[in-house]
């Protein structure tokens, strides 16, 4: 399978000396759905950006579906569809209009536009609502119909740019349906930037996940959780910023039978072992025993915010965690 993008060494400075992307590689090989999971600032929309040819990268090399980004951003236009954080739709404009003003934008007219309008407006369920003005669609309904103004020209590569924030739990469902139906049925290659672990974790076959502008880890979701390849035990403390209390803490942890590893955290301490279960007795034991009162306890099996964890010593968002877990809480 070929790469439809290519990056070697990106590096994004921008006037006041932030260094947004920092020497970063990677490639994409076409019909993949691709992800690049990290937190704010991370340096996602940066990329997505330079990739699109929408800023002029600082250095390195970048190829998309087999134009040179430097030489021939036209040609790579023609072959994208961009899909933004904020929806881009006229409010004035019924979603049919909006379809065919995108559509005559990329220089479609005729059947071949009336077509496609058709079929993109049954694809997203939009046809009931198709001739009444965007401006009474709600959050949702809008971004379906950008989805649908991106898709217009039938992309071969569709650039996502954290596509669902802000939208409700159920909006985002739809749309994560749509996009693996495009991906799986229809064979676009498709670039998501996210910052949510479930939405990176249901749709990516494969991740970079990024944060201050480097890459920090490669790979299939599930490659990515068996690396870190134990359960987490988050502890959390009344005074989890006591330097003291930390110190003591991560080494009594360590002294318990069956503990890999013991990390900082932002809302606490994590240890990490094979099978956490059998061991929070002990833990729970040798806390006590030592004075030490976790104000509450959480198990889980790895996810991919325990892989950015394991790299950074932070989670990424904590309320957006989407994991299954055992809590107790300690009194």
Same mark, same amino acid.
């Given at each position: 399978m070929r790469q439809i993008i290519k990056v070697q060494n990106l590096i994004q400075v921008y006037p006041d000396g932030t260094r947004a992307v920092d020497g970063i590689s990677f490639d994409v090989k076409e019909g993949e759905f691709f992800g690049?999971?990290?937190?704010?600032g991370a340096g996602k929309s940066t990329t997505i950006k330079v990739l699109t040819t929408l800023l002029r990268k600082s250095s390195g090399n970048a190829q998309v579906a087999g134009y040179d980004l430097d030489q021939s951003p036209k040609e790579i236009r023609k072959v994208i569809g961009v899909l933004s954080q904020e929806t881009i739709v006229d409010v004035d404009l019924t979603g049919r209009e909006n379809l065919?003003?995108?559509?005559?934008?990329?220089?479609? #007219?005729?059947?071949?536009l009336e077509n496609r309008v058709r079929e993109l407006l049954t694809m997203v369920q939009l046809e009931e609502f198709a001739d009444k003005p965007a401006g009474r669609y709600s959050g949702g309904m809008k971004k379906r119909l950008d989805l649908a103004s991106a898709l217009i020209h039938k992309p071969k590569l569709l650039f996502l740019d954290e596509p669902t924030t802000g939208l409700d739990?159920?909006?985002r469902a739809t749309i994560w349906d749509y996009l693996d139906q495009l991906n799986r049925d229809e064979g676009i290659t498709i670039f998501l930037t996210t910052q949510y672990l479930e939405e990176a974790d249901r749709?990516?076959?494969?991740?970079?996940?990024?944060? #201050?502008g480097k890459i920090i880890a490669k790979g299939s979701p599930s490659e990515l959780k068996q690396a870190i390849g134990h359960d987490s035990i988050t502890l959390s403390f009344k005074n989890p910023k006591d330097p003291a209390l930390r110190s003591e803490t991560k080494r009594v942890l360590q002294g318990v039978p069956g503990v890999a590893d013991v990390t900082d955290s932002d809302g606490g301490i994590v240890v990490h072992a094979t099978n956490a279960n059998e061991i929070i007795a002990d833990?729970?034991?040798a806390l006590d025993r030592n004075n030490m009162r976790?104000?509450?306890?959480?198990?889980?099996?790895p996810t991919l915010d325990d892989v950015f964890l394991h790299h950074t010593g932070r989670r990424i968002r904590p309320e957006e965690l989407g994991r299954k877990t055992t809590e107790a809480f300690l009194m």
């Open positions: 690049f999971l990290g937190p704010n065919r003003l995108q559509g005559r934008l990329e220089q479609m #007219h005729g059947s071949t739990p159920q909006s749709l990516c076959r494969e991740l970079a996940i990024i944060d #201050h833990i729970v034991t976790p104000t509450s306890l959480n198990m889980s099996s």
